[in-house]
């Protein structure tokens, strides 16, 4: 069964804080993605990676960073966390062939007090 | 800048019934993904559809794609309480890694 695992279903942090958010795949996939999930808002983009070490911005970048050291592998880091990050983070890859079809991770509900 | 527009955004029926979710835009996809998404959960794909007209059904779910690529629908016959859950339509744009979600739809269905 193929599967896209997060570090934590629920973190609680407080503003200021750096955060990680860690994802991991199984399914050897080239393409990974970190969005966020708002109500009425549907899925917003942060940051998206197409290979190890590549990383491109996506809708809504500011006041985050990525790291993929590893292919499995594509962490999401908020330097200094604020009330405005309290959201959603869901991690998502796909496969470099075909329609970009998305497998997506539990999610992580973030609080950030 | 949201270029998929869902409606309706809430949807509340009883058991049984049938229903039609609406995916628009102004931009030409290549291909057109609808998921699902249950509570505490992330989305799950339901379908891809590519081609202009197309149609394809899974079980009691009838996916359309519009002639000109740009909108799609989601058609439900006969609704269960397992169909309870976010539908999001998400588009894939020429050129690009990045596929671009709808809002999204919320269904409730009542037994």
């Known amino acids: 069964d193929v599967k896209v695992t997060q570090s934590s279903r629920y973190l609680v942090k407080r503003t200021g804080e750096k955060v990680f958010l860690e994802c991991v795949q199984d399914?050897?996939?080239?393409?990974m993605f970190w969005y966020r999930q708002d109500p009425g808002l549907g899925l917003r983009l942060i940051y998206f990676s197409y290979d190890v070490k590549m990383k491109e911005k996506g809708d809504i970048p500011e006041g985050y960073s990525v790291s993929r050291e590893k292919k499995e592998r594509f962490s999401l880091i908020l330097e200094s966390a604020s009330t405005n990050q309290t959201s959603m983070y869901l991690c998502a890859s796909s496969p470099r062939e075909g329609r970009n079809e998305q497998f997506f991770g539990p999610g992580t509900r973030l609080t950030v007090l | 800048t949201q270029l998929l527009e869902q409606s309706p955004q809430f949807l509340s029926i009883q058991e049984g019934e049938n229903l039609t979710v609406y995916c628009n835009s102004s931009s030409v996809f290549s291909s057109l993904q609808w998921y699902r998404q249950e509570p505490g959960e992330g989305p799950v794909l339901l379908v891809t559809v590519v081609t202009g007209g197309e149609v394809k059904k899974l079980k009691r779910l009838t996916f359309q794609f519009g002639d000109a690529r740009k909108d799609s629908s989601l058609h439900i016959t006969a609704a269960q309480p397992g169909d309870t859950g976010l539908y999001l339509c998400?588009?894939?744009?020429?050129?690009?890694?990045?596929?671009?979600f709808g809002s999204g739809t919320r269904l409730l269905v009542r037994p």
């Open positions: 998400a588009g894939e744009l020429d050129s690009s890694y990045k596929l671009i």
């Open positions: 399914m050897d996939h080239e393409n």
